[in-house]
Each structure stands twice: as structure tokens, then as C-alpha cells.
């Protein structure tokens, strides 16, 4: 399934170059395009790419056109940075922007369809906007945000972006019409460009994204609904257009939001706007405590939290803070239950609901050390900097279940000081509280500021953390609670990108375009070890660092090597990464340590098989499957049902692979049929009704082996075991039309299609074929092709 890469359009596939004379042209001329750079070495068209673009003029843009085609990513990348600083004529300009569209559609490599993209943004033109727009909802599914991103990034694109949000809420077919990954994205700068316009808001039709947004189905958009209207809000605070704020409030509630939701919102306006009477947010919060608004009680508990930390907040702008931290301690009893109660929703696709709890958890121990400190107790005092610890891991745990659970993910303690809930935007006000003078914000803000700084300096640069602090607190690598989190965010950081990686292949599996698809792997992998280093400089611990490394070396080298016939390659990496995981002792610590473990121990199994070695194939087989059932055991016990869900489905996955072993290698067909029950009773889905049906045929259960297949709908990926399904049912003319799809459609490079051609002709399910002359036809290996070939 490895494949040669797609072809560039035809356009744009011509063979100038940039010549040896482009040295020593001057820095005024800079280097030449002309028809000699495709001869050159590789070294020599990246560096003479880079000098270009460092000297870019106009006359570049021809030679640039062609030399496009360079079939080195590097080269390409650094070419489109040149085109887009050149500049043009109007026609000239014309052809440049179909040019970056085209590579952001076409391109076979993921960083230049990426730089493609970063290019139309920096051309910052209305055409450009308009481009970006339409590839949103052209591209693949995994690039379509990305077009988003760099449509927000400039201002004719926001603008764009604004009209888009606004109008796919206009009726609910709209709605449908635009990805929800995408409408996350644009809705990021819905509210402050709402804010910026004359009048905005005062339309229902502005409106309806936030009405509609805050009550949809998917938590991703309730959520980015909710963070473009306090955006808005802001934004109106600080262009000082408080009636405006009102005003739009009011024709919120008019169209049906949630008076809790609206109430809310004004108490957090009226604190932040500053100047006025915090009683008043006092006697309001009570209010809103009191509210009630249907029959969720933890929905209830939530808002009467809320209404203690806004209290509490109030009391500290009036002084109290006695009164205040009396209130944050009945709110932290109040959001213990709201965290115990909803445990599960992590596991549940509640991550965002997940993070947000935390986050809010965070934020009321962050207040408290807030209240502490204004009332006199010292900025280094180890009880206040505790509770600044606390916070920093609670952020922390936010972050993880974020990355875990594919959510937007906030930064650690940046985040403290950027909340609209937290000190410093609701008592450092627009307009000082009568309590909180310039002078002492700044005093404070200065000693919380040595504060965060002194439990995790990384993050608060330009303060000066207390000296002779206890280790658990100055450092969180030196504290084991704040070290395992930024562990298990590490390794949550590969899972995600494991899971885009296992993505792309079930969209090669199901037959989407090989080439294109395991380049965007290839890609995510070089990612990942980059992210590794990157972290590994941040000083966290090597062992997680090396598990990066081996994860994006096993993601991309291990199943690529295998699929190229290069066992021996495949399984020293593979065996590598388990001594060293074992060594390490990790997997007796951490759960995702043993699930590497048994992955790995699965592809030695694999690469043993593969070269006949049956019996050393199912020892491997076995363990793998060992350490998964132990894994399914340990998430069940801790009321984890997603990950023991994903525990389940490895077993099946290993069982199938220790059936075609004892089926196609060992001969044994009892032996592979008991397996196959085993896992088909894990995993019911259509893949395995196929091989369900597969195992009936092999033992004579023929009717039973009509009845699913009559139930099974035909997709690239059953091809090759329809086929062998249908040559033991004696259906030899299907077998082989299936057979020749699979080929066809599923091994488009010729290594891959070697291998597994190799494959059929050793498969007994293909006994039935062999002599028939299209059987051997559709089975011969070309010469050139080999099973190893790269």
C-alpha cells in the first residue's frame, strides 16, 4: 500500500531550472532561473532555491512556474516562499494564485501543500480569502481545518470567515453544508469581528450562530459558540462600548438563550467592566444561585458553582476577603461533586465538558491563593505557593484529558492569567475598583507573578521565582504528580497522532488514494519526532522521549518495511523498541507502556510469519495477546470503558493474526477456526462477518457461508478475502473478479502488489485457482517489481 507518489498537474510539470551562473550575480541580481537546474544535485537546487528566495525579484516568477515540478519537497517548499514575495503584474498575479491552489490540492507531499496554503494567506487579497474559502471544502477531510486556519490569519480572510459563520447559520440545510472541524475554526474569530463592526450584533441574522451555536449537538461548536461570544464580549470592553455589550445581551436572551447563560454574562461584564457596584453582583450571583432550570441537578450544581466563584470574586473587589475565601471553599466542595460525579466523561467524548471542569477547578484554587495574598499573607509563603502548585496540575490534568480526547487544548498557567474568570480580568479591571488602586494591581500582580513563576518557571518568563523552595514545588519534574501528567500528555500527544496515522490507513484500507495518503503518514510521523526533540529540550524525562522516538519509528518504519517485504528491517526495530521498554521497566508502571509492548510483540509475529517461521510467528502472537487481555482487565476494573473497549478490539486484532497464521502457515484449520470464534466474539463488524464466512467455507459449512455473505456489502477492503471465500465455495470466476480488484485497487505500488501476489500464490484458500491460467496470469510477478523493492 506504499505508493510512488501522485503526479503533479500536467500545467505544471516543466523542466526549467536554475543555472551554476546563478553565483556571483550580485546581490542585486540575485540568482538566475533557466533550464539547467533540474540537472543539478540536490544539495546544490536547495541551496541555490533558498538563495533565491532571499533575493527575490519579479523576473524569478517564470523559472519559479517550472522548476515547481522539482521532485524534492524542500525544493518546493522553498520556492513557493519566493513566489509569494515577489512582485507581480495583475495577470502575473493571477496565475500565481491558481498555481498555490493547485499545489494545495495536487501536491503529493503534506508540507508543501501546506506551504501552499500559508502562501495564499500571505498574500492577504480578497482573491486569496475567496480561494482559501473554497478549498475549506475541497480538500480532505484531515486538511480542510488547516485551509481554515490560514483563512483566519489575515484580515480580508476573517472578514470572510465571518460571513461564513453567519450565513451557515442561517437555515439548517446551511448548516449541514459546512464541516464541523471547519465551523470550529472560522467561528474563532466570529465574535471579535462582530465586535469591530459598526452596529454588529444588532441583527438576529449576527445572532443566530451564538443562539443556535450554545444548544448544538456537538460539544466542539457549543464550545467554540461560547468562546466567540466571551471574545465579543471583551472586545467590546476594550473598544469601551459597554451599551453596546448590554445591548446585545438583552437581544440574546430575547431570542432564547438561556436567562442563567445571560445573567451569567452580565455579572462577568459587570465585575470586569470595573467602576460600578460590586452589591449588586453580589445580590445578583445569589440570584442566580437560586435559579432553577429544569430537571438536571448537576447541570443546576454547575451554575450554583459558578454563582459562589462570582460572589466570591465580588467580595474580593470590595476587600472581604475573608468573606470571599469562605465562599471559593464551598464552591471547591461544590466542584469536587461536579468532577466525581462526571468521572466518565472523558472516556465518553465529553472532553471538552472534561477539560473545562478542571479548568474551573484550576481557576478557583488560583483565586484562593489570589484571596490569601490580598490579605496580607506573603507572597512566598509555602501554603499560597501549594495552592499555585495545585492549580498548575490541574491545569495540567485539563491538558491531558484535552490531547486524550481530541479537544482544543489550553495552555497550562497562561491560561490563569488570560481567563475571563480569573483576578486578573474581573478585580485588575477596565476601570479600577474603588478597592484596587493601580498601584496595589501592579503589586500584586508583581508578586503572583514570582508566584507561578516559582512552581513551573518555563511558563511565566520575565519573574523571579523565590529561591530555597522545596523540589516538589519549584520544579515539576521533580514532582511526581506534575512529572507522570506531562508524561501521560506526551504520550496522549502520540496516541492522537496514531490515531490520525490509523485514520489514513483505513482510508488506504477501504481504497482511497495509497500514494497520497501514506505520504500525509509519513508526514505526521516526522512530526512526532520533531515534537519529541522539542520536548526532549525541555528537559522532560528521556524515557519519554525515547518512547516518542520509538513510536514515530514504529508508526512510520515498521508496517512500511513490512509492507516492502523488508522483515529482517522490521523486526530489529521492533524487537529494539521492546528490549528498551523492558529494560526501562515501564510497562509495570504505565498502562500505555504495555500496549507498545504488545504492539510490538504483534509485528514481530507478523514479520515471523511473513517469513514462514510459524511457530516463532504464534509465540509472539500469544504474548501480544496476553498483555492486551491484562490491559482490557485493568481499564474495566477502573470503570474505563473506552480504553477497554480499545483493549478488546487489540485482542481481536491478534487473534485474527494468530488464525490466518495457524490457517496459511501452520495448516492447521482446527486450530484457526478456534482463534477466529475467539475474536469474532470481541468484534462483530462486516470485516469480520467476511472472515467469519471465510471460516465456514474452509470447514464445509457452505450454507452458513452463503447466509453472510448475503449480508456483507462489497468494499476494497474485503476484496481479498471475499476472494478467497469464494474459491473454497468452489466460485472460481468470482473469486478471481475479486481477486483482480484487490490488486488492482488495493496494491498500487509494485512492491506491494508483489507481495501480496506472492501471497495468494502460497494462500491453500486459493487452492481451488492454481492451474487456472488467469489465476497464474493475475499471479505472475513482473520481473522488476520484487517483494522488497522501495
Known amino acids: 500500500m506504499n505508493g510512488s507518489g501522485l503526479c503533479f498537474s500536467a500545467c505544471l510539470v516543466i523542466a526549467l531550472s536554475v543555472s551554476e551562473a546563478a553565483y556571483g550575480q550580485g546581490e542585486k541580481a540575485g540568482p538566475r532561473l533557466d533550464a539547467d537546474f533540474?540537472?543539478?544535485?540536490?544539495?546544490?537546487?536547495?541551496?541555490?532555491?533558498?538563495?533565491?528566495?532571499e533575493a527575490p525579484l519579479a523576473e524569478h516568477f517564470r523559472g519559479v512556474r517550472a522548476a515547481l515540478s522539482d521532485p524534492d519537497a524542500e525544493v518546493r517548499v522553498e520556492l513557493l516562499g519566493l513566489c509569494a514575495a515577489l512582485d507581480l503584474t495583475d495577470a502575473e498575479s493571477a496565475l500565481r494564485l491558481a498555481l498555490f491552489r493547485g499545489l494545495a490540492q495536487d501536491d503529493e507531499a503534506l508540507s508543501v501543500r501546506r506551504a501552499a496554503l500559508m502562501s495564499l494567506a500571505g498574500l492577504d487579497s480578497s482573491e486569496a480569502a475567496r480561494a482559501l474559502a473554497d478549498l475549506v471544502l475541497e480538500l480532505a477531510p484531515s486538511e480542510r481545518a488547516q485551509a481554515a486556519r490560514e483563512q483566519v490569519s489575515f484580515a480580508r480572510g476573517r472578514e470572510l470567515a465571518f460571513d461564513t459563520v453567519r450565513d451557515s447559520f442561517a437555515s439548517p440545510r446551511a448548516m449541514q453544508a459546512l464541516p464541523s472541524d471547519v465551523l470550529t475554526v472560522l467561528f474563532s474569530v466570529y465574535g471579535t469581528t462582530l465586535a469591530e463592526r459598526p452596529g454588529g450584533g444588532d441583527l438576529a441574522l449576527e445572532r443566530a450562530p451564538f443562539v443556535l451555536g450554545l444548544t448544538h449537538n456537538q460539544p466542539m461548536l457549543r464550545a467554540a459558540a461560547a468562546a466567540a461570544l466571551d471574545d465579543c464580549l471583551l472586545r467590546l470592553r476594550e473598544l469601551e462600548r459597554s451599551s453596546r455589550a448590554a445591548r446585545l445581551l438583552e437581544a440574546l436572551a430575547n431570542d432564547g438563550v438561556e436567562a442563567r447563560a445571560i445573567l451569567y454574562l452580565r455579572l462577568r461584564s459587570a465585575l470586569a467592566e470595573g467602576g460600578g457596584n460590586p452589591e449588586e453582583v453580589i445580590a445578583q450571583a445569589r440570584d442566580l444561585r437560586r435559579t432553577r432550570g429544569g430537571p438536571d441537578t448537576w447541570i443546576a450544581q454547575r451554575w450554583r458553582f459558578r454563582a459562589l466563584y462570582l460572589e466570591g470574586m465580588a467580595l474580593l473587589a470590595l476587600d472581604r476577603t475573608g468573606e470571599a475565601r469562605e465562599l471559593f471553599s464551598r464552591a471547591g466542595d461544590l466542584q469536587d461533586g461536579l468532577l466525581e460525579a462526571r468521572v466518565d466523561l472523558a472516556g465518553q467524548g465529553g472532553a471538552i465538558e472534561q477539560r473545562d471542569l478542571l479548568h474551573e477547578r484550576s481557576l478557583l484554587v488560583f483565586a484562593r491563593a489570589f484571596a490569601k495574598q490580598s490579605g496580607g499573607t506573603p507572597a512566598r509563603d509555602l501554603g499560597l505557593l501549594e495552592d499555585l502548585r495545585l492549580a498548575?496540575?490541574?491545569?495540567?490534568?485539563?491538558?491531558?484529558?484535552?490531547?486524550?480526547?481530541?479537544?482544543?487544548?489550553?495552555?497550562?498557567?497562561?491560561?490563569?492569567?488570560?481567563?475571563?474568570?480569573?483576578?486578573?480580568?474581573?478585580?485588575?479591571?477596565?476601570?479600577?475598583?474603588?478597592?484596587?488602586?493601580?498601584?496595589r494591581c501592579l503589586e500584586l500582580e508583581s508578586a503572583l507573578g514570582r508566584g507561578l513563576a516559582s512552581v513551573s518557571a518555563r511558563e511565566v518568563p520575565g519573574f523571579n521565582a523565590f529561591a530555597d523552595l522545596p523540589d516538589r514545588v519549584r520544579d515539576p519534574l521533580l514532582d511526581s504528580r506534575r512529572r507522570t501528567l506531562l508524561g501521560e500528555i506526551a504520550v496522549a500527544e502520540v496516541q492522537a497522532l496514531q490515531r490520525r496515522i490509523d485514520a489514513l490507513h483505513r482510508r488506504m484500507d477501504g481504497g482511497g488514494d495509497d500514494a497520497a495518503l501514506e505520504n500525509e503518514a509519513i508526514q505526521l510521523a516526522l512530526g512526532l519526532r520533531m515534537r519529541a526533540q522539542d520536548l526532549r529540550e525541555k528537559s522532560l524525562e528521556q524515557r519519554f522521549f525515547d518512547l516518542r522516538m520509538v513510536a514515530a519509528l514504529a508508526l512510520r518504519h515498521c508496517g512500511g518495511l513490512r509492507r516492502e517485504g523488508d522483515t529482517e528491517a522490521c523486526r530489529a526495530l521492533a524487537a529494539g523498541f521492546v528490549a528498551e521498554l523492558d529494560q526501562g521497566n515501564l510497562p509495570a508502571q504505565y498502562p500505555w507502556a504495555v500496549r507498545l509492548v504488545a504492539q510490538g510483540h504483534l509485528l514481530l509475529g507478523g514479520t515471523w510469519s511473513d517469513d514462514d517461521e510459524a511457530q516463532e510467528a504464534e509465540t509472539e502472537m500469544l504474548a501480544a495477546l496476553e498483555l492486551f487481555k491484562g490491559l482490557e482487565t485493568y481499564y474495566k476494573d477502573r470503570g474505563a470503558p473506552a480504553a477497554a473497549a480499545q483493549a478488546t478490539a487489540s485482542m481481536a486484532d491478534a487473534l485474527v493474526s494468530l488464525a490466518v497464521n495457524a490457517n496459511v502457515k501452520q495448516r492447521d484449520a482446527e486450530a484457526a477456526l478456534a482463534y477466529f470464534e475467539r475474536a469474532f466474539s470481541l468484534q462483530e463488524d462486516d470485516f469480520m462477518r467476511i472472515l467469519l464466512a471465510c471460516y465456514r467455507a474452509r470447514s464445509g459449512r457452505v450454507e452458513e457461508a452463503h447466509a453472510l455473505l448475503a449480508e456483507i456489502p462489497v468494499s476494497p477492503r474485503g476484496?481479498?478475502?471475499?476472494?478467497?471465500?469464494?474459491?473454497?465455495?468452489?466460485?472460481?470466476?468470482?473469486?478471481?473478479?475479486?481477486?483482480?480488484?484487490?490488486?488492482?485497487?488495493?496494491?498500487?505500488?509494485?512492491?506491494?502488489?508483489?507481495?501480496?501476489?506472492?501471497?495468494?500464490?502460497?494462500?491453500?484458500?486459493?487452492?481451488?485457482?492454481?492451474g487456472d491460467a488467469r489465476f497464474e496470469s493475475l499471479t505472475e510477478i513482473a520481473p522488476e517489481a520484487g517483494t522488497g523493492e522501495r
Open 392 to 439: 498548575h496540575e490541574l491545569q495540567l490534568e485539563a491538558q491531558l484529558v484535552a490531547t486524550a480526547g481530541d479537544a482544543p487544548i489550553f495552555a497550562s498557567l497562561g491560561t490563569l492569567y488570560d481567563s475571563q474568570l480569573g483576578p486578573y480580568q474581573l478585580i485588575f479591571a477596565l476601570r479600577p475598583h474603588a478597592a484596587w488602586p493601580p498601584s
Open 719 to 770: 476484496y481479498y478475502n471475499l476472494a478467497c471465500t469464494y474459491a473454497l465455495l468452489g466460485e472460481g470466476t468470482r473469486a478471481l473478479e475479486l481477486l483482480a480488484q484487490d490488486f488492482r485497487e488495493n496494491r498500487r505500488s509494485p512492491a506491494a502488489l508483489a507481495r501480496q501476489q506472492a501471497w495468494a500464490r502460497a494462500d491453500p484458500d486459493l487452492a481451488s485457482l492454481r
Open 38 to 53: 533540474s540537472q543539478a544535485p540536490l544539495a546544490e537546487r536547495r541551496d541555490l532555491a533558498r538563495a533565491a528566495r
